[in-house]
């Protein structure tokens, strides 16, 4: 076998112009990419939902107080640089979850639990006959204590924290009708006095609102049937043992902040507890 080399062919280069060359690229770069099964979906928030949301931050930060005027919408368009129609379909979302309120003719105002339509929000217990009424509130018991592990779960703070504890019991035509215990964080309601406490004549979360700068936005509820122990029999009035109503509440502020854990025992021989689902 001969030893001489074999001939190989040369590579041939051709110079491509810019345009060519751009094609090239374009096509390489539209080779598709293996997008992993379990990769997370693109999000998008529509216009309005961000309006809302710097909308929700205002009302967070106290910029408007609860029962005052917010700006027009007119106003607000130009704030925000965006579209009236942008702006009104915010605030009817905000208008819907109860933390805004339309007054024909007179504007947009931030909620408040000072107003008597919003008696009723949170207060379900309804008389099986006869009209629903506000019921007086006589507080037993008001104390400092500390936070059980369940209930700093609850309230999302530290277990041990300092708590502000207290017992109410609701009557209706002085009937006793429930027995409340409520827990607080203490740090977010400083100053909280029985005296305080005893001298506001309006509802519980109007008093929040009021003196601590606390706006209940919404609450959740787990709802079971318990037998009464001797302590909440007495003060209802009731045998031991008897059926009733516990409810378990917890209430939030501006962000999801929980600010209120609430027990509620409630007798249901006269009034049943009444929820409309829209």
């Known amino acids: 076998m001969s030893d001489k080399p074999i001939d190989r062919p040369k590579p041939v280069f051709r110079k491509v ?6 094609r090239v690229l374009r096509r390489r770069e539209s080779v598709p990419v293996e997008i992993p099964a379990n990769a997370p979906a693109p999000t998008f928030s529509p216009l309005y939902r ?18 005052e005027a917010i700006p027009t919408e007119p106003e607000l368009a130009a704030r925000f640089r965006v579209s009236q129609g942008t ?6 979302e905000l208008a819907s979850d109860n933390l805004l309120v339309r007054r024909q003719g007179k504007g947009t105002f931030v909620a408040t639990h000072n107003e008597e339509r ?38 999302d703070v530290r277990s041990g924290e300092s708590l502000v504890f207290l017992r109410r019991v609701l009557s209706f035509q002085e009937i006793p009708t429930v027995v409340d ?19 506001w004549t309006g509802s519980m979360y109007g008093f929040f609102e009021t003196e ?37 509440r917890v209430t939030f502020t501006y962000g999801d902040r ?21």
């Open 50 to 67: 961000q309006i809302r949301v710097l909308l929700l931050e205002s009302l967070k930060a106290g910029e408007w107080k609860p029962g």
């Open 17 to 22: 112009s810019g345009a060519t060359a751009s």
């Open 258 to 278: 929980p600010v209120e854990f609430r027990r509620g025992l409630y007798r249901t021989d006269r009034h049943v507890y009444r929820n409309s689902l829209l």
């Open 118 to 155: 919003s008696l009723f929000r949170f207060l379900r217990l309804a008389p099986l006959q006869g009209e629903v009424e506000y019921p007086d509130s006589e507080l037993i018991d008001s104390r400092r204590t500390r936070a059980s592990a369940e209930i700093a779960r609850l309230l």
């Open 87 to 92: 702006v009104r379909k915010a605030v009817d």
């Open 212 to 248: 601590f700068g606390v706006r209940i936005v919404r609450a959740d509820e787990d709802i079971r049937a318990v037998a009464a122990d001797g302590k909440t029999a007495r003060l209802l009035g009731v045998p031991p043992g008897s059926p009733l109503l516990c409810v378990d």
């Open 181 to 199: 215990e409520i827990s607080l964080p203490a740090g977010i309601f400083r100053g909280f006095s029985a005296q305080r406490f005893n001298d």
